[in-house]
């Protein structure tokens, strides 16, 4: 896992962990990405103006505060959007219809992922998939199959999802993991009856799950911190503690597999 670039969380920089952690290196600083939202909100006012400086339309756009950054240190997905064209990489919906998305997630090369300002990257390294999400003390294993349950998970809990399309640059920790990949004992496989679950996607990932009860899964402790690096970016999600639905059902029983 050392060779793994990965950044802790710093104040409200996740955005920069978060392209840091795809680049795999230091390649953006906070003030690289101010310089490129700035930019964009300078482009956001020129196009406004061409209604007419005096109009009532523009005299609030220049009243309300930036939405591509604020002073926490968040940034937009424009942001994001804008420092991976620098490197010739794009950003699309995971849900988009655009024919360069696969609906098999461990055929594309990187996800980034978006709730409520927490951004993470999910992404391939030597040929094995990571969850790189700044709140994780250390780069989290994800294997080919559950990787499917996991993107689905994170949409059930209204997590918007991200492919990044283009070629990544090489690392040395791609060379490394791929002539040394790292693996675990087999993952019990979840017992969950997925005819009942309404979500396409989560009968999709299940089933993947289901299929394969040979992969290689994350231990005991690193399953417990990647739930509460999920409850800590979700901290302000509402749910009833008491609701039993089939939601909350196949939220239980993935929780449960995780530490199996």
């Known amino acids: 896992m050392e060779v793994i670039f990965h950044e802790k969380q710093e104040g409200s920089l996740c955005a920069q962990h978060c392209l840091n952690s795809l680049l795999q290196g230091p390649y953006f600083t906070a003030v690289d990405l101010s310089t490129l939202a700035q930019t964009l909100d300078e482009e956001e006012r020129q196009r406004m103006a061409e209604c007419g400086e005096e109009s009532e339309e523009y005299q609030k756009f220049l009243a309300q505060p930036s939405g591509n950054m604020d002073d926490s240190g968040y940034f937009s997905v424009q942001v994001i959007s804008s420092a991976l064209q620098v490197w010739g990489l794009e ?18 090369s990187a996800f980034i992922c978006n709730y409520r300002d927490h951004w993470l ?3 391939s390294i030597g040929k094995q998939w990571f969850n790189l999400n700044s709140l994780l003390s250390k780069p989290q294993l994800i294997s080919d ?24 640059p090489e690392c040395t920790a791609d060379e490394i993991l791929r002539n040394n990949p790292i693996c675990s004992a087999p993952r019990p496989v979840l017992k969950t ?10 009968q999709a990932a299940l089933q993947m799950s289901l299929e394969d009860d040979q992969q290689c899964y994350t231990p005991d402790n690193e399953a ?12 302000t999600f509402n749910s009833s503690p008491e609701e039993d639905d089939e939601e909350s059902l196949l939220r239980k029983a993935i929780n449960m597999s995780l530490q199996c």
């Open 91 to 108: 950003l699309v919906p995971y849900s988009s219809t655009d024919e360069r998305i696969n609906a098999d997630p461990s055929k594309m």
């Open 121 to 123: 990257t999910i992404r």
């Open 145 to 168: 199959t559950y990787l499917s349950l996991f993107l689905a998970q994170l949409k059930n809990d209204g997590y918007s999802i991200f492919a990044v399309l283009g070629d990544l």
């Open 193 to 202: 009856n997925i005819s009942n679950e309404s979500d396409p996607d989560i």
């Open 224 to 235: 417990r911190e990647l739930q509460e690096a999920l409850r800590l970016s979700m901290q």
